[in-house]
């Protein structure tokens, strides 16, 4: 069998019609992914250097993006930063996704009690707006960054799981699905095997449009105090710290991290819509 | 002539459509006088109606004329065809439950156009929109006033539109398949209301002219004076009611009556084949040859013309069709 | 048009309910000794401290009990003591939710201005306006709320002078004045939900075909518009706006925090901060009840809008 690339089989036309929006976005995101691998060798400074004769300085040839109050780089520290800032949206979603991968299938699978119970948790869930759940998860457990990511874990299980189970039951409705149980395949080994395999797509999609948020919604945590929190190096904590030097007139350090997370999440956002259109036409 | 459409082309921009909307239509409806327009979905009858009210649809380019009372409507200043619009032609479209805003009351329907274009105040607009509900046979026009169209029946709401359509007096009623959304008894209701109406305003010497459009070839041929009949955004075959019947001559006027059951006939019923051409086929010559049972080699090169029955020295009066074979298809019916 | 009602409302109470258990319950979700969380100081525990804790909270007592006390308690004004502020929560939290009211009032008139009035122009001038105004409020929606707040303070605070950095103002002009920036910060993400709503239903409107026998009958564009599709896509767009404003409630902490406002949710963040159990117990019942019970009315007042909509869920 000849190797093809699903790029490969689309007409030529189709593949060049990526928009320049979303190239932009995908550059820019390869880039921070870059800049957090190799922060230590691209960082000039080390991000907790503290050099208080140079506080709140502005930009200039030895601090490219100035620095903070207490003198350090900001530069460095927005490298570094963006260690945490992208590896914690990314397991709060391998946590998410396993989870409400798994409850979303099973409800859509056996219905039953699994279902129901999922329709209630959602419930019950979507009576908090926005991030209190979350927030009350952090006030029973201690703040935290491993107890804000579990939190937000948990929070977005019962979201993805919805999801799964509505592309679940039309999937499984499906005459190839209907073929493996004659052969006498049993349930688990069907979903596993061959139901959640061909979700995938579509699920990959979400996830990706879910990270921005994710990202969007730890940085607040964050910001607020109750995620990543000292000495750790942040992007929203970066906010925080340097809040209070903008009333003193120097802006970059709570606009540098700032820009960063916005960015970011814009560029997810734009490569997340991309993916999920062109995932889902597939289906 | 009340209204008078003359040679009416329309054209989309190329790459919309490959052929014309509507090819050289030539229309005509007098005071008093009752007027059929039959033809498939998408044969331009709609197409023509709206034409009269000054919609064009986007993009179009139209050559020749539409004139309503001797006025050309596709010159109108956006103003002026307002006007001519709201206070000279109304429209009755097939489906009242779509045409009704359905958050809105009965009774805003009927005295918005009183208040708007005949400057009645509101109090007297709303108990002369009472009686116009008491006149197209609406029971309980006062509470009828206060519901909202999904608590009224089809055939209801379609008397609700007739009404506001003749509250302002126009001279001209467009009814586009105003009666094929209706059960068969509430047509035939609404049919006689429109006749009752139409009787009246005859007797009061304003003559009404009604514009029929329907796909129903004998339906339009037993309600209406004359019919004319479109095919492919043309006219083929024009004549006064009780000659189509007898006598059609356009093999599509024929073919349309043979697949029509009508009551004590015992011919066996016969489709026309193929399918109605859409708007991305094109033709060299006559539209209908590729459907037709009487089509020539000729025929897919001749240009349809219209020729008056008897030739260019008959009657005026008595009809006309666009077909290269009429003289063949006239003495073989005769 | 009553008909659901009942339903409705014995829904709310359903989740309301279970909703408050969870708030409630979640100190033995907790690892260790519920008395040490609600005490608390981590620090000088005494067991006479803990045993007065247990004896305030009833901790002894089954756990649904100890829920139908603090339940009633709090039906009845009564939501226990604060230990860091040695105060009512209720006074608490009634000294500050003013603040925190205005700003989601104030950012709801941001929203339904700039929200609102961008979708109806994207509706309506579509091309260019239409991607701008797509493009703009999605990028909005981008940024978080609290980089909006830096990035607003940065530079109509600071750089320009033209709004008040910190404080909460004198008088109706001055709160204004000074809510100003908090209010449109808040109001920023949830722009492009509105402006996509409101331009989605208005394009929805313009198809249906009444529209179109509407022109026939002479209406000007403008008369169209108002009566037409702006009234019919009136539904979605009170609803949405609704559900966001609820939503805007939990979007105070962090605003007020990001501005330093005295409000109910910068006194969340402060209760969690200091382990004040019973003041974040409080703050996120009111919460949760306010978006709760916001989020109904918006189902009840649909039909009141829009014929079409029953609360049964059945279209007519």
Redesign the interface.
């Known amino acids: 069998m000849t190797t093809l690339t699903a790029g490969a089989l689309l007409p030529v036309k189709v593949r060049a019609r990526r928009p320049v929006p979303v190239m932009v976005a995908g550059g820019f995101l390869a880039l921070v992914v870059v800049a957090a691998v190799f922060a230590p060798l691209l960082a000039p400074y080390a991000p907790d250097a503290v050099d208080l004769s140079a506080s709140l300085a502005g930009t200039s040839p030895e601090h490219l993006l100035g620095t903070d109050a207490s003198g350090q780089d900001l530069l460095s520290r927005a490298l570094y930063g963006a260690r945490s800032s992208l590896l914690a949206p990314l397991a709060l979603l391998a946590l998410a996704a396993l989870l409400g991968i798994t409850m979303g299938t099973v409800a859509a699978w056996y219905g039953g009690w699994v279902d129901t119970l999922l329709s209630?948790v959602t419930?019950?869930m979507y009576?908090?707006?926005?991030?209190?759940f979350v927030?009350?998860?952090?006030?029973?457990?201690g703040?935290g960054l491993t107890t804000s990511v579990v939190a937000m874990g948990l929070a977005y299980a019962p979201t993805i799981a919805r999801y799964t189970r509505s592309l679940a039951l039309s999937e499984r409705s499906k005459p190839y699905i209907d073929a493996y149980r004659v052969q006498g395949m049993g349930g688990a080994r069907i979903c596993v095997r061959h139901l959640v395999p061909n979700l995938s797509g579509a699920l990959v999609g979400y996830l990706v449009v879910l990270f921005?948020e994710g990202l969007?919604s730890l940085?607040?945590l964050s910001?607020?105090?109750?995620g990543a929190g000292s000495p750790s190096i942040d992007w929203?904590l970066m906010?925080q710290e340097g809040?209070d030097a903008?009333?003193q007139?120097a802006?970059l350090p709570?606009?540098v991290p700032?820009?960063a997370?916005?960015a970011v999440?814009?560029a997810f956002?734009i490569v997340g819509v991309w993916v999920s259109d062109r995932l889902g036409q597939g289906r | 002539m009340l209204l008078d459409i003359e040679n009416l082309t329309l054209r989309l921009p190329s790459g919309a459509a490959a052929r014309p909307l509507l090819a050289e239509v030539s229309l005509t409806v007098g005071r008093g006088e009752v007027v059929g327009l039959v033809g498939e979905s998408g044969s331009g009858k709609s197409t023509t109606a709206r034409a009269v009210l000054g919609m064009l649809p986007e993009g179009a380019s139209a050559s020749g004329s539409v004139r309503v009372d001797g006025e050309d409507v596709l010159a109108m200043e956006p103003g002026r065809l307002r006007a001519h619009r709201s206070r000279t032609v109304s429209m009755v479209f097939q489906d009242p439950r779509s045409a009704m805003n359905p958050v809105r009351r009965i009774g805003d329907f009927l005295t918005e156009p009183l208040v708007r274009v005949l400057g009645l105040p509101k109090r007297k607009a709303a108990a002369k929109a009472v009686e116009l509900l008491a006149a197209v046979g609406l029971p309980d026009p006062e509470r009828r006033m206060r519901q909202r169209p999904h608590e009224l029946s089809g055939g209801m709401l379609q008397r609700v539109v007739i009404a506001a359509a003749l509250a302002t007096d126009p001279g001209l009623l467009l009814a586009d398949e105003a009666t094929s959304a209706l059960d068969a008894t509430t047509q035939a209701e609404v049919l006689a209301l429109l006749r009752g109406l139409q009787e009246e305003r005859r007797q009061a010497g304003s003559g009404l002219g009604t514009l029929f459009i329907t796909h129903d070839l004998p339906l339009a041929a037993a309600y209406c004076d004359r019919v004319y009949v479109m095919y492919a955004g043309r006219v083929v075959e024009h004549q006064p009611a009780r000659g189509l019947f007898a006598d059609p001559r356009h093999p599509y006027t024929r073919g349309l009556l043979d697949c029509s059951p009508a009551l004590g006939d015992e011919r066996e019923l016969r489709p026309i084949p193929g399918r109605p051409p859409s708007l991305s086929d094109t033709f060299t010559g006559c539209p209908f040859t590729p459907r037709c049972p009487r089509a020539e080699a000729e025929c897919e090169s001749w240009t349809p013309v219209t020729v008056p029955f008897g030739g260019a020295s008959g009657p005026a009066d008595s009809g006309s069709a666009a077909c290269r074979r009429l003289e063949l298809v006239a003495r073989s019916s005769a | 048009m009553l008909r659901g009602l009942p339903r409705r409302i014995a829904g709310l109470l359903a989740t309301l309910l279970v909703a408050s258990f969870v708030i409630f319950s979640a100190v033995y979700a907790a690892p260790g000794d519920p008395a040490v969380l609600l005490s608390g100081s981590r620090q000088e525990l005494t067991p006479e401290k803990l045993a007065a804790v247990r004896a305030e909270y009833h901790l002894d007592e089954p756990l649904v009990v100890q829920y139908g006390r603090w339940l009633w308690e709090s039906a009845q004004g009564d939501l226990g003591r604060s230990f860091q502020y040695r105060d009512q929560v209720a006074d608490l939290i009634g000294a500050r939710l003013p603040t925190t009211l205005e700003l989601v009032a104030y950012a709801t008139v941001f929203l339904v201005v700039l929200g609102v009035g961008s979708g109806v122009l994207a509706a309506l001038r579509r091309g260019w306006v239409d991607s701008a105004v797509v493009g703009g409020t999605t990028l909005a929606a981008s940024i978080p709320s609290f980089v909006a707040a830096i990035a607003l303070v940065s530079l109509f605070g600071v750089q320009l002078g033209w709004f008040p950095v910190t404080g909460q103002g004198e008088g109706f002009a001055g709160r204004l004045h000074h809510l100003t920036l908090p209010a449109f910060a808040l109001a920023l993400g949830a722009l492009a939900v509105i402006s996509r709503v409101t331009r989605q239903a208005m394009a929805e409107a313009y198809a249906s075909d009444h529209v179109e026998a509407a022109r026939a009958a002479g209406l000007t564009e403008r008369e169209i518009v108002v009566r037409h599709v702006l009234r019919n896509a009136l539904g979605p767009i009170v609803t949405m706006c609704g559900l966001v404003m609820a939503g805007m409630l939990a979007g105070t902490v962090v605003v007020e925090t990001a501005f330093g406002l005295s409000g109910v949710g910068s006194l969340l963040v402060s209760a969690i901060t200091t382990h004040d159990f019973p003041v974040t117990q409080a703050v996120l019942l009111l919460m949760v009840i306010g978006y709760v019970v916001v989020t109904t009315l918006v189902d009840l007042v649909h039909p009141l809008i829009d014929p079409r909509v029953s609360l049964g869920g059945r279209a007519a």
């Open positions: 209630r419930d019950v009576a908090f707006p926005g991030l209190l927030v009350l998860v952090i006030a029973v457990f703040d921005g969007m940085a607040t910001y607020l105090g109750f929203g906010v809040q903008v009333v007139g802006l709570a606009l700032g820009t997370i916005a999440v814009v956002n």
